[in-house]
């Protein structure tokens, strides 16, 4: 190494001072490379969430719709035992009233203003209300507040028109938007926009009034703000003076591929498809008949096409002989997510028809009574499944075991004493409806209340 | 006739020459008269052994001027009505024509009553001393000329004035006799201003008369006179003489001034006295502070005399008090030394550690046997020698006379600096005003929000905390307070300023690296480019993309606390010492804004102590070696003790390293460490790596390696304090983080640039030179030029950040407005969805604006708080609103996108009613319970005002310490 560094010569020896120097000069950087290399860099990642706790309920809304014609009781269920709140909505005085209810029982009320009902504690889990009555029968399951909701088949004319109930359960106001489909795709109109309830009271929106249109429409409720049960009676005028025949339309939580609507009920009349494409794109639907044997595309059924927004109106011609043939519900295959909804005006009554949710396990409803069958659609397993009938004081009225298989549906024929049904199954998932005989006609869906709540995790932020 | 008076006093030293000066005179004078008062040398033995002397009287040692120049004349009746009086000092020498100059003018001017000549100092006999003299506003002496002017006949012509030195002074006797002579009052200064001004009053005329010079030295003033007490201390005779000076000038001020104005005079000088004796005590100048304050007792404590002496005055005067005011020293005067005075301070503050290696090659040179040599020394002092001539000629060429302009433009790296700050204030435009985003929460309203959350023990945040205000509080209080109380303005000038405050603090910190590391030093525009590449370092590292102030800050004072700290080295112990004080007090600015450096400096001491004792040196056992560097860390821990005692007392020991701004901190590995990647918004092109680079390549230069490996060695020390720390998890309140590393990447940037400068420092020279191949001088430069060019330009154009005017705080206006009324109106904001869990902040004021998050982040979460949050989610009573309202929670907000689920649980809650958003997709209710604020009341605490008060005096000693010493101003 030829360091000339001049200094130190003569002090400890350049040789020595070089060579140290020299050494230096690769180690520190090499030391400090090294210690940098066992860095390890701070956790910046956000924590992982927590998931939410499951536990029972504690407090239980539903919301009953104003009674059409004299269905005005009011059906109430719970799992447990206790007083249920039933309370007219927009009426903030007064004391509520109070349903007894017992496990497997069913309690009533006569109430023909829209209803609030409130379950806490023993009887939050598996509050479930049913509005039914009315000759021809009209039936309704009170639906629980949530925050988007689609309605098929609307009418907005004199003798078609359908009213829009929007119920608040809370003491805040809720805003909800509503957006029509008509054949013509999405009507926009600011009088729908924004809707204020006020708190624990109603809001009617009378389409016939607010947006009068010749064809079926479709409906989305948007619940923006606050919570509000929706619902929607139908009422058509008959011709002459005969008294108009009214009935609830069942709501569906979201647009779906694959729909099954049960609850054909045969007679002469009119039954109509009516499809909701709420994308952006053209659909396609394929509609096909389920019966107990199986479910199929009858000849000659094409497929229907849907424009992006619109609503599309099918008369379905040959259906009347699929119902004679043993029909008992439809199922609905589309290129993508259609809302859907029957429509059968038959025997001069008239009743609706929405997509089955389907539960894990059990489902059940209430019923007022009288001529009825439980149509049950196809399990997604193989399994037995156990259908129980229980009388309005919790006594067993009918206890059924039976296979549904996979695409296939079930009859069920219910006691007259039958005020709730429930059906289990280890088969998976459980779809069904009740048909409610008699004069005229109506169907109510299975549901299942909820018995648990999720109760999210909470903990102070990393600050 | 003229009589030359001479008194004396042990001014032997003097005499032979003065006595020659008054043979010598081309007007011989008619007799000369000597009074001695009390001298102890030959002054008596050449006074009788002159032949020029008719008499000698010798008076007691007691004798003041006034008295001896009195019993002189007594002695001497007057011979004529004419007789003039010239009064000489034995520290006078008149030039040869000086009386006769003096008569001259006295025939010329027949008004004239009291002459006097040109002073100049003696023994330099060119430089000017005093053509008459005046008395400011506040006492100070005026002499109308510049410190040290020399006598270029640019005064010279005859003028009327209010008084002329007694050195000198031809008086007609009548005259000085009808005044009474001189004051007794005034035993030694200030008496010819106090004559003067008493002639001027009894309507007779001063003249000076610059033809005639007399030579002067100033001998009691300048207290080279043997003191009057043979064993007196120099110090105290120094004092006596301070006071003496100071009360001379407080008398003649009273004694004489305008009665109208005499009371306001009074309290000004009285005022002003106390000031001037804070501002001495300010920089260790205890003994004038003492003289100082003994004068004004002296004056003010005898008002008697001061009236009799008054009315002595009035008696005499014919002339009204505004006839003599042209005569006296212009109003503004003591204002422009006040300012002269505050310049040469601050500019002695800058330049404290300037040259430190200019003074430690000539204490090597005075040390001159070559023993241990310091490790920066790499020449031989021969070359020394040498090459400070070749400086002298390339670096200290004086400037061409230009305009500052001209100057500008025809300097590339002035023109550099230049276009540097206008590219910087070109990126950091969006800043302007006022900056939030990123890890830098919104400024507070103004400084008074940051001063309470310094002083306050208890602060309203969250549910109430104790955990102490960061460090740094204090010093954005004293920046907004300074901006005029704005806390937005402090945090926008910490941001925009931070740039060219780390340029001039590299800048000067490589000048002195530079010199330490060759005589020659490094050439300008190496200079230039180190820092610059350095004042980047905020942005290209990405801090100030993210909105790291604390990085930010750091950065740009990092390079003014390693120039301080290299005067650790300088070989005056006096300077080393005020070294550490100086450190210190950056060192606690620095730790305020970068916890992480203390440690740091800890360790580096350490080290360099470890090292010093390893190879054997000596000076280790001398306490103002190791003291300085002790005193440092120690100065900065005391400074901060109001940050550290009760982080520590209470707990929270996580916060004594936690970064400060927003969390997360930000996140380094090694790598990002080395090459100063501090966050995404880092420079895409790696100019930190560049530049490691090259300071792994300044290993190479065999004549700079030593002290480029000592600029390594710190980079190691850097390295291990970063493994360290890595290891270190910080408890929070609310979780656990790590030190952020971000300050020492800046620290490893700061070096690497040091030791690239100190190496290109020969280099560059040989390159200029010519003796280094072209193509090595040519990558070598432009590896060099692409880091700056590029940051600058990538800095100006597309270098993204988080920064933004005003940080959005995800709160409705109104809820602002509302939680502004008082720390009451609390707003619980919960984040997340019902899968993924919520997690709740609790907002008070003006929201966590800077220096709370820190606060918040140590906080341990109130649990009740959290259980009854996880009541109002899942089963909401009426009691959680009460609880809510006891807490001091009066909006509860669930931040966009809410969750349905959250929402429709907390609709169902009772005494909770919706509040509007002006975002439909965030969620909020408003508790409509009675709101409380009793639980976060603070409760003052004797402690907190005991730390802060320790702080201020520990702040006041240490400024006061480190402040430069007066002496050295002289």
């Known amino acids: 190494m030829t360091d000339s560094t001049p200094q130190g010569a003569g002090h400890r020896g350049v040789t020595g001072r070089i060579s140290t120097v020299a050494v230096l000069a690769v180690l520190l950087p090499v030391l400090t490379a090294t210690t940098l290399a066992l860095v390890r860099p701070a956790d910046t990642d956000v924590p992982a969430g927590i998931a939410p706790q499951t536990q029972a309920l504690t407090r239980a809304d539903v919301a009953c719709p104003t009674a059409l014609d004299d269905a005005d009781q009011v059906l109430v269920a719970s799992n447990g035992r206790g007083q249920v709140t039933v309370r007219a909505a927009g009426q903030d005085s007064g004391e509520p009233a109070s349903v007894p209810v017992t496990p497997g029982g069913v309690g009533a009320v006569e109430l023909p203003e829209p209803a609030l009902i409130t379950g806490r504690d023993a009887v939050a889990p598996g509050l479930l209300a049913v509005r039914a009555g009315g000759s021809p029968v009209a039936a309704f399951v009170c639906p629980a507040p949530t925050t988007e909701q689609w309605f098929s088949a609307l009418g907005g004319r004199f003798e078609h028109s359908s009213v829009i109930e929007l119920l608040n359960p809370d003491q805040g106001a809720a805003v909800a938007d509503l957006s029509i489909h008509t054949r013509d795709g999405l009507v926009r109109s600011s009088a729908l926009r924004g809707l204020s309830v006020p708190g624990r009271s109603v809001r009617r929106i009378d389409l016939a009034e607010e947006l009068p249109r010749a064809s079926l429409m479709s409906l989305e409720v948007i619940v923006s703000r606050g919570r509000l049960s929706a619902s929607v009676a139908d009422e058509v005028g008959q011709v002459g003076n005969a008294r108009p025949v009214l009935d609830w339309i069942p709501a569906q939580a979201e647009p779906a591929q694959e729909v099954t609507m049960l609850g054909l009920v045969p007679g002469d009349g009119t039954r109509t498809v009516v499809l909701t494409n709420p994308g952006e794109d053209e659909i396609s639907v394929q509609v096909e008949v389920v019966s107990e044997r199986s479910t199929f595309a009858p000849t000659g059924w094409e497929e229907i096409r849907v424009a992006p927004g619109a609503v599309t109106v099918i008369p379905i011609a040959g259906l009347a002989q699929q119902v004679r043939k043993g029909a008992l519900g439809l199922q609905l295959t589309s290129s993508a997510p259609v809302v859907a909804g029957l429509r059968q005006e038959v025997s001069g009554d008239v009743s609706h028809l929405a997509p089955t949710t389907a539960y894990d396990g059990t489902a059940r409803t209430v019923l007022p009574g009288g001529p009825a069958r439980l149509v049950l659609g196809g399990t997604s397993g193989s399994g037995e499944t156990v259908v129980t009938a229980r009388a309005a004081n919790g006594q067993r009225v009918l206890r059924r075991q039976l296979t549904v298989g996979t695409a296939k549906a079930a009859e069920v024929a219910l006691p007259e004493r039958a005020a709730s049904v429930q059906v289990r199954t280890d088969a998976g998932a459980v779809t069904g409806v009740v048909v409610l005989g008699g004069t005229g006609h109506a169907v109510l869906p299975l549901v299942q209340p909820a018995e648990r709540g999720e109760v999210p995790a909470l903990r102070p932020a990393l600050r | ?970």
């Open chain 2, 1 to 970: 006739m003229v009589t030359a008076l001479l008194v004396t006093h042990r001014g032997a030293r003097w005499l032979p020459a003065v006595l020659d000066g008054l043979s010598a005179q081309s007007r011989p004078i008619d007799r000369v008269l000597a009074v001695d008062t009390g001298s102890t040398d030959e002054t008596l033995t050449m006074l009788a052994a002159s032949p020029l002397i008719e008499q000698v009287l010798a008076a007691p040692d007691s004798t003041s001027f006034s008295v001896a120049v009195r019993q002189g004349l007594a002695e001497h009746p007057c011979a004529e009505p004419d007789e003039w009086i010239w009064l000489v000092h034995d520290d006078a020498n008149p030039a040869a024509d000086a009386l006769a100059c003096l008569l001259e003018a006295a025939d010329e001017d027949p008004t004239a009553d009291v002459l006097g000549p040109k002073l100049r100092e003696w023994p330099s006999l060119r430089r000017l001393l005093e053509l008459g003299v005046t008395i400011s506003g506040t006492g100070h002496r005026e002499t109308g000329l510049e410190h040290g002017e020399y006598d270029q006949g640019q005064h010279d012509t005859v003028r009327h004035v209010l008084a002329v030195n007694t050195a000198g002074m031809l008086v007609r006797r009548s005259v000085l006799e009808k005044l009474g002579g001189f004051d007794d009052e005034l035993p030694l200064f200030g008496n010819d201003v106090d004559f003067g001004w008493r002639a001027a009053r009894a309507g007779h005329r001063t003249i000076v008369v610059p033809r005639a010079v007399m030579f002067h030295a100033e001998a009691a003033h300048r207290r080279q006179r043997p003191s009057t007490l043979a064993d007196e201390h120099p110090r105290a005779a120094e004092r006596r003489a301070a006071f003496a000076e100071r009360r001379a000038a407080l008398w003649t001020l009273l004694a004489n001034g305008d009665g109208r104005w005499l009371p306001v005079q009074a309290v000004r000088l009285f005022l002003g006295s106390i000031l001037r004796a804070i501002g001495l005590l300010l920089v260790r100048d205890v003994r004038t502070a003492r003289a100082e304050m003994s004068a004004l007792a002296s004056v003010y404590g005898n008002p008697g005399r001061l009236r009799r002496a008054r009315r002595a005055r009035q008696e005499q005067a014919t002339v009204p008090s505004r006839d003599v005011r042209p005569l006296l020293a212009p109003w503004w005067l003591p204002y422009r030394h006040g300012l002269d005075a505050a310049t040469d301070f601050f500019s002695a503050v800058t330049l404290q550690a300037q040259d430190v290696a200019e003074r430690r090659r000539a204490a090597n040179l005075a040390a001159d046997l070559g023993e241990e040599r310091p490790p920066h020394r790499s020449d031989s002092r021969a070359e020394d020698r040498g090459r400070s001539e070749v400086r002298s000629d390339e670096e200290s060429a004086p400037a061409p006379d230009n305009g500052w302009v001209v100057q500008l433009l025809t300097s590339p790296v002035a023109l550099g600096l230049s276009v540097f700050l206008v590219v910087v204030a070109i990126a950091t435009r969006d800043v302007w005003g006022a900056v939030a985003g990123g890890a830098l929460p919104p400024a507070p309203a103004g400084v008074g929000d940051w001063w309470r959350l310094w002083t306050e023990d208890w602060h309203p945040l969250e549910s109430g905390t104790n955990v102490p205000a960061p460090a740094y509080v204090p010093v954005l209080t004293l920046l907004g307070g300074l901006l005029g109380g704005s806390a937005q303005g402090a945090m926008s000038v910490l941001m925009v300023f931070a740039f060219p405050i780390a340029l001039g603090g590299a800048w000067r910190l490589l000048r002195v690296a530079g010199h330490l590391a060759t005589p020659l030093g490094a050439p300008r525009w190496l200079l230039g480019w180190g820092a610059m590449v350095y004042a980047l370092v905020p942005a290209t590292s990405g801090a100030w993309g993210e909105g790291r102030y604390s990085v930010v800050a750091a950065t740009a004072l990092l390079p003014w606390l390693a120039h301080a700290a290299l005067g650790l080295v300088d070989p005056n112990p006096d300077r080393r010492w005020r070294a550490g004080w100086r450190s210190g007090l950056l060192l606690a600015l620095m730790t305020a804004f970068a916890p992480v450096a203390w440690p740091l400096a800890a360790l580096l001491t350490l080290v360099v102590l470890l090292l010093a004792i390893v190879l054997g040196g000596s000076s280790l056992r001398q306490w103002s070696v190791l003291g300085p560097a002790l005193a440092t860390l120690g100065t900065a821990g005391v400074l901060l003790v109001p940050w550290w005692l009760p982080m520590i007392a209470r707990g929270h020991w996580g916060g004594l390293l936690l970064e400060p701004g927003l969390l997360p901190v930000a996140s380094l590995d090694g790598v990002d460490v080395l090459t100063g990647r501090i966050s995404e918004y880092a420079a895409p092109f790696w100019p930190g790596l560049v530049v490691v680079v090259l300071a792994m390549a300044a290993l190479i230069p065999a004549s700079t390696r030593l002290p480029v490996l000592v600029c390594w060695l710190i980079g190691l020390v850097t390295a291990v304090t970063a493994l360290a720390l890595s290891l270190i998890t910080l408890p929070l309140g609310g979780g656990a983080t790590r030190p952020s590393l971000a300050f020492l990447a800046v620290v490893l940037q700061g070096v690497a640039v040091v030791a690239v400068v100190i190496a290109g420092t020969a280099s560059a020279r040989d390159l200029v030179r010519g003796s280094v191949p072209r193509v090595t001088g040519a990558v070598a430069g432009l590896a060099l030029l692409v880091v700056p060019v590029l940051s600058l330009g990538w800095f100006a154009t597309i270098a993204e950040n988080e920064l933004a005017p005003t940080g959005d705080q995800g709160i409705p206006a109104y809820m602002e407005q509302s939680s502004d009324l008082g720390p009451a109106h609390g707003i619980v904001v919960l984040e997340g969805d019902l899968d993924q869990g919520l997690v709740y902040t609790v907002r008070r004021g003006d929201g966590p604006t800077v220096g709370e998050p820190e606060i918040i982040a140590l906080t341990e979460p109130d649990a009740a708080l959290t259980d009854m949050l996880g009541d109002l989610v899942s089963r909401p009573r009426p009691a959680v609103a009460q609880a809510l309202a006891d807490h001091g929670i009066e909006y509860v907000v669930l931040s966009s996108p809410a969750d349905p689920a959250v929402a429709a649980v907390l609709d169902t809650a009772p005494d909770l009613a919706q509040a509007g958003t002006e975002d439909r997709t965030m969620r909020a209710w408003q508790v409509t319970r009675p709101l409380s604020e009793a639980n976060l009341a603070a409760s003052n605490s004797w402690t907190r005002t005991a730390l802060l008060i320790l702080q201020g005096i520990a702040l006041v000693v240490v400024l006061v310490l480190c402040a430069p010493s007066r002496k050295e101003q002289r």
